[in-house]
C-alpha cells in the first residue's frame, strides 16, 4: 500500500512540474505571439484618430477630408463663408507715419454630422493598455480623488492689494529727475477690430462654435509571422528572450484613410524582447 502511495506521489510531483515547465518553458513562436497579442497594439480596437463634430471652423485640409469622407457616406457637412474686416497699421517710415487701412479675412465654418455608417466606427473605450492590464485599472476609468474641505480655502491678499488706491504718504519727497528731451522712436501698433457691426456675422458664427470630439476606428494591425525566436539556456534562466514579429495594418477604414492610418497592408517588422514573469509567464518588455 506504502508503495502503490509512493507511485501517485511521484506521478503527482511529475504531472505539477510537467504544468510548471510548460508554462515556463524557453520563448517559443507561440509564447511569442500569445504575448504579443495581449498587447494593446494588437488589440481591433486601439488604432484611433480624432475627429470633430458640431460646428467649428475649418481650414482648407478640414474641408478636403470633410469632402473625402462625405463621399465616402461617413459623414454630412454644410458650410458657412464669411469675411472678417481687421483694421491693420502699418508704418511707412518717420515723415507719413502710420497708414490705417482695412483687410479682408476671410473664414469658413462648417456644420459636421456623422452618418449612421459613420457612427460604426465610433470607439467610446479604445484599448491603451495590455489586456490583463486593462481588467486590473477598469476601477480606476471614472476614478476622481475626494479632496478634503481645507483645499477650498484661498487667500484673496493680492487681488485686494490690486484693487486698492495707492495714495503717496504726506511727508514723502519726490527727487527731481532731468531727463535729456530724445527723439522718441515710432511704436508698432497691434491689430484692431473695429468697433462697428462690421464685423457681427463672424461674430455670430463664432459664438455658435460648438465641438464634440469622436474616437473614430482607423484600422487594425495583424501579426503575421514570428521569426528569429531567441531564448538560448543563458537568457531562459535570466527570463529573457526576444524573436522579430512581422505584422501589417489592415481593415483600414474610411477614416483611416482620410486621417493618415498606416498603409493598408505594408508588410513591417519589429524586434521585440520578452520577460518571463512567474504569474504572466512570457511577456513584452523592454530591452
Known amino acids: 500500500m506504502k508503495k502503490l502511495i509512493g507511485i501517485f506521489t511521484g506521478a503527482a510531483l511529475l504531472f505539477g512540474l510537467t504544468a510548471c515547465s510548460s508554462d515556463h518553458s524557453p520563448l517559443s513562436e507561440s509564447s511569442a505571439k500569445k504575448a504579443l497579442e495581449r498587447e494593446a497594439m494588437f ?9 470633430n463634430t458640431g460646428f467649428y471652423e475649418v481650414s482648407e485640409g478640414n474641408l478636403r477630408n470633410l469632402a473625402r469622407l462625405a463621399a465616402a457616406g461617413m459623414v454630412t457637412y454644410t458650410t ?13 517710415g518717420y515723415w507719413t507715419g502710420y497708414v490705417t487701412k482695412m483687410v479682408d479675412v476671410p473664414h469658413v465654418f462648417a456644420e459636421v454630422a456623422l452618418t449612421d455608417a459613420g457612427k460604426k466606427y465610433v470607439v467610446d473605450d479604445p484599448t491603451v493598455v495590455r489586456s490583463d492590464l486593462r481588467k486590473v485599472y477598469k476601477a480606476n476609468k471614472d476614478y476622481t480623488e475626494p479632496q478634503p474641505d481645507y483645499m477650498n480655502a484661498d487667500d484673496d491678499a493680492f487681488n485686494k492689494m490690486a484693487t486698492r488706491p495707492v495714495s503717496p504718504a504726506d511727508d514723502t519727497e519726490v527727487e527731481e529727475i532731468v531727463v535729456e528731451e530724445v527723439e522718441e522712436a515710432p511704436v508698432v501698433e497691434p491689430v484692431t477690430v473695429p468697433a462697428d457691426n462690421t464685423n457681427s456675422r463672424y461674430n455670430a458664427l463664432m459664438a455658435k462654435t460648438s465641438i464634440t470630439g469622436q474616437q473614430m476606428l482607423l484600422g487594425r494591425y495583424k501579426i503575421e509571422e514570428i521569426t528569429q525566436v531567441m531564448c538560448p539556456e543563458d537568457m531562459f534562466k535570466a527570463g529573457r528572450g ?38 504572466l509567464g512570457w511577456t513584452v518588455g523592454s530591452k
Not at 488589440?43 to 475627429?51: L, P, R
Not at 458657412?80 to 511707412?92: A, L
Open 43 to 51: 488589440a481591433k480596437d486601439s488604432q484611433v484618430g480624432n475627429f
Open 242 to 279: 526576444s524573436c522579430v514579429v512581422l505584422y501589417k495594418f489592415v481593415d483600414k477604414t474610411p477614416f483611416g484613410y482620410v486621417l493618415g492610418a498606416p498603409s493598408e497592408g505594408q508588410l513591417q517588422d519589429k524586434e521585440i524582447s520578452f520577460v518571463l514573469y512567474q504569474d
Open 80 to 92: 458657412e463663408s464669411v469675411i472678417e474686416k481687421r483694421e491693420e497699421r502699418e508704418w511707412k
